[in-house]
């Protein structure tokens, strides 16, 4: 019984450290000469050659028969969660950093309560601590990303050594001298963009297929259905050198995102879904910015600022008072709430400080 009530949390604990990996992973690939696009088309793929005969196979007697119905709002799911979620998220990833598009995606959380709640797929009480906890989470994640965006604050000091001492930094600067071209204008534009569409997958699949009773057909047929928007995407805007496979980081890169992040994400996505809800599904995402937001610095040679830790710090917290989240009892939402709220208000000091700091003398902040 416990082992039950605990398995989502396990689950998606295991996601949160796949993506991680991709996220760092895709970096180094992207200086190799990978496209953004051509990666979530086989990345898709390789979903579908994994996903469809295990599905053929366990599901076979509880398969439902697929009529339009079901395989026009399939299709919808094919489109939001992977042709338009995934080419917007690695192409921001492509132009910005491991951390800042991780630590944007912690909007994910608040922006699909509040369609929930819309749908009315969840249900606030702000007269009880369960409902404060929620609106109190959902409005520290927004705050959070919201600081990682505008303000950046002096650099930290102790990362800077442990990059520098760092064995991997100098085998990869030997290997990636060079790194893609960083656009800080577009990169924030296809974030939001992929937040609002995996906002959108997360509650209209526990809209649309809460009941579906084959959580594993229902993910291989999203990724079969999602090849022909990803590929097309990828023929039109890529040259067709971009599609030649060969043996380096970029083919270990497709594997591993088509295998784990693509096909044990999004069934565990499904699975989640169906068991505790969409809240619940994207309330893990903050995990995934600590463990990047540790290991980007120490690996890429990239200065971690003081506004970032906050807004790791913030969307952290966030988590922590969503009833929805790990936490499962009322004291831990009471004790969830109290040390928020005294949270919020030193982070709020460390902020006013750095918003004048930056104001008088903006070299310091931005080295």
């Known amino acids: 019984m416990i082992m039950e009530e605990y398995l989502p949390v396990m689950a998606q604990l295991m996601v949160q450290f796949s993506l991680a990996g991709l996220y760092l992973m895709t970096k180094v690939a992207f200086t190799e000469g990978m496209s953004p696009l051509v990666l979530v088309a086989y990345r898709t793929i390789t979903a ?72 009315r797929l969840e249900r606030l009480d702000v007269r009880g601590i369960r409902g404060r906890a929620k609106v109190l989470g959902t409005l520290t994640c927004v705050g959070g990303a919201m600081i990682v965006t505008l303000v950046k604050g002096p650099s930290i000091v102790i990362l800077r050594g442990l990059k520098a001492n760092f064995l991997l930094v100098s085998l990869m600067d030997a290997i990636h001298p060079s790194s ?25 699949q526990a809209w649309a297929f809460k009941n579906y009773p084959a959580q594993l057909t229902l993910t291989a047929l999203m990724c079969f259905m999602a090849i022909i928007p990803t590929a097309g995407i990828a023929f039109i805007f890529e040259e067709q050198s971009a599609w030649t496979l060969k043996w380096d980081v970029r083919l270990l890169t497709y594997i591993y995102s088509g295998v784990l992040c693509t096909a044990f994400q999004f069934f565990i996505q499904s699975w989640c879904i169906k068991k505790k809800g969409p809240v619940f599904a994207a309330a893990f995402f903050p995990v995934c910015t600590v463990i990047v937001s540790v290991l980007e610095p120490i690996i890429f040679h990239v200065d971690v600022h003081v506004g970032r830790c906050i807004s790791t710090i913030r969307n952290r917290h966030g988590l922590g008072t969503e009833p ?33 700091l930056e104001s008088r003398d903006p070299t310091r902040c931005h080295p």
């Open 48 to 119: 579908t050659l994994v996903l469809a005969p295990l599905a053929y196979f366990i599901e076979k007697d509880k398969r439902p028969p697929l009529n339009l119905r079901t395989a026009g709002g399939i299709f919808i799911l094919a489109c939001l969660g992977m042709a338009i979620n995934q080419n917007c998220y690695f192409t921001a990833l492509y132009y910005t950093s491991s951390t800042f598009v991780s630590t944007i995606a912690n909007l994910i959380p608040a922006i699909t309560f509040v369609v929930a709640l819309l749908l």
């Open 180 to 204: 893609p071209q960083s656009n800080w204008t577009l990169g924030p534009i296809f974030i939001l963009a992929s937040v609002l569409a995996w906002s959108a997958w997360l509650n209209y």
């Open 324 to 356: 929805n989240g790990p936490s499962g009892s009322g004291y831990s939402y009471r004790y969830g709430v109290l040390w928020t709220l005294r949270l919020w208000v030193r982070v709020n000091r460390v902020h006013f400080h750095l918003v004048l």
